[in-house]
């Protein structure tokens, strides 16, 4: 049914807001919704593009699952924190640095990923200490080869503090592995009682098998301690040191929003940071048992930040049925398939829908206008600074006004003020003729029908 409707009823329920589509009057006036229960998204957009006023504080705004968002500079949650509580979401603030102005922030310690300790599987600690080691990273200075034997000695280490530990953290797990000689060295054939933690505990010997040489070993054992020392700060240490986020809930899909948030400033030195809660919150999403009422969404902002994560190309590829819709953001499709040599074009593939927010360079925009080749109605390089090009893989497609909750009339009241600007510009509401379009299941990408003069 056409007509201008109230905005709550405009949205189908599983609707995000892709763009406004274009009217052959001129003008763009009827909203362009990603529909169904699956479907994941891209949005491939230059800096300061409009990923955040146009993608992500939009979704935050009308969303009403649970969401899980990386907020590098804590914008969002300024912006949408308010609005998310409003609509029942509990919201929770991961954000070690304190650039939020959240009293009461979260913490999240990565061990609660294994489940009740006693039964903890030793391939969901192999999955835990991959989270910390990044392989290949140190691969310009180091061969990958001690990357992959640190994370088998760190899946050593977790096991160990599984063992012993009452409520182990990853701090342990370094204290051991600094320790391991000493453990190694003093070995006492008594079987101590689970202690608090291994700075202060008396332990057993942690002696993992088949280290080789002492030099082998010295180097497995510098690489895991390299690997582990973004944990060391104390900011970060206290973030993951014990849970006030119940990943029960997650797993549930209650309505639960996370914001995720690592100053741009530390991004580069503390990916791996936001990595772990990514995966730690992905694999709460990957024990459930049946999708929840309403997906989980996920924004990846700044994907590319975080290097190669698999567990993101799993959920975009194989998680079908588990309830996640997962958005994620990139500068160009060079990025993408730099980061990710292997997966990237199964990651465009599996995205239902696409948004492209023309390109910064002509490379760029070369690249992109070759994989678009004739989908798109225009050439890339002919789009305004307010226009996008939206495309379903195996479909036509179509370009459409960027949505703006600054502007557009449907997010009106709903959002605060982004504190890194100062006066918020004049609002000049756009007045759009939005109209129902009702999910019949499957994914969906509505196009409004054109308007016939
Ligand atoms: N609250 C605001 N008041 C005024 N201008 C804003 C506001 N929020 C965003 N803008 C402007 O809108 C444009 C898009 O900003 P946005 O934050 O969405 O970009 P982005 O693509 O997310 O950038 P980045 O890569 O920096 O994250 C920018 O020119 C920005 O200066
Ligand atoms: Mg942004």
Redesign the pocket.
């Known amino acids: 049914m056409e007509g201008s409707v109230s905005p709550v009823r405009t949205q189908p329920k599983h609707g995000l807001l892709l763009g406004w589509a274009e009217k052959e009057k001129g003008g763009f006036q009827k909203p362009v919704w990603a529909e169904g229960e699956e479907g994941h998204l891209i949005t491939v957009?230059?800096?300061?593009?409009?990923?955040?006023?146009?993608c992500?504080?939009p979704a935050l705004l009308t969303w009403r699952g649970p969401a899980i968002v990386i907020d590098?500079?804590g914008?969002n949650y300024a912006?949408t924190a308010r609005r998310r509580r409003d609509m029942g979401q509990k919201v929770h603030v991961l954000d070690p640095f304190g650039v939020t102005d959240c009293i009461q922030r979260a913490s999240l310690n990565p061990f609660d990923m294994l489940g009740p300790l006693k039964q903890a599987s030793y391939d969901d600690m192999r999955v835990l200490a991959h989270a910390v080691i990044q392989e290949k990273v140190l691969s310009t200075k180091n061969d990958p080869y001690w990357d992959s034997r640190a994370a088998s000695l760190v899946t050593d280490a977790i096991e160990y503090c599984v063992d012993h530990l009452i409520k182990p953290t990853l701090m342990d797990v370094r204290t051991v592995i600094e320790n391991y000689d000493r453990y190694s060295v003093c070995a006492t054939s008594f079987s101590p009682a689970p202690v608090a933690s291994a700075h202060h505990g008396i332990l057993e010997p942690f002696a993992p098998l088949g280290m080789g040489t002492e030099r082998t070993r010295t180097s497995i054992t510098s690489t895991a301690m390299d690997q582990l020392n973004f944990i060391t700060g104390g900011a970060v240490a206290n973030s993951l040191f014990h849970s006030t986020i119940d990943l029960k809930k997650v797993e549930r899909g209650d309505p639960i929003t996370i914001y995720l948030v690592l100053p741009p400033n530390k991004l580069f030195t503390h990916a791996k940071l936001l990595r772990l809660w990514l995966i730690t919150l992905l694999g709460a999403i990957g024990r459930r048992e049946a999708a929840p009422k309403l997906p989980t969404l996920m924004l990846v902002?700044?994907a590319a930040q975080l290097g190669e994560v698999k567990e993101i190309t799993t959920a975009i590829t194989l998680m079908r049925g588990y309830g996640v819709k997962v958005w994620t953001f990139w500068?160009d499709l060079t990025q993408l398939a730099k980061v990710y040599p292997h997966d990237w074009q199964s990651i465009l593939n599996n995205s239902a829908f696409h948004q492209y927010?023309g390109a910064s360079t002509p490379m760029a925009a070369r690249v992109l206008q070759e994989y678009l080749a004739d989908t798109c109605p225009r050439p890339i390089t002919s789009l305004k600074n307010n226009q996008l090009a939206l495309y379903r893989p195996g479909h036509k497609g179509t370009v459409a006004r960027m949505p703006n909750y600054?502007t557009d009339a449907m997010f009106a009241g709903q959002f605060d003020?982004?504190p890194?600007?100062t006066?918020?510009?004049e609002l000049a509401l756009v007045d759009e003729d939005y109209e129902v379009h009702e999910d019949k299941g499957g994914v969906l990408l509505h196009f409004p029908a054109r308007e016939h003069t």
């Not at 230059?46 to 146009?54: D, H, Q, S």
């Open positions: 957009a230059p800096t300061g593009a409009g990923k955040g006023v146009g992500i504080i590098p500079k914008e912006v902002d700044e500068q927010f600054l003020a982004n890194f600007y006066s918020e510009p």
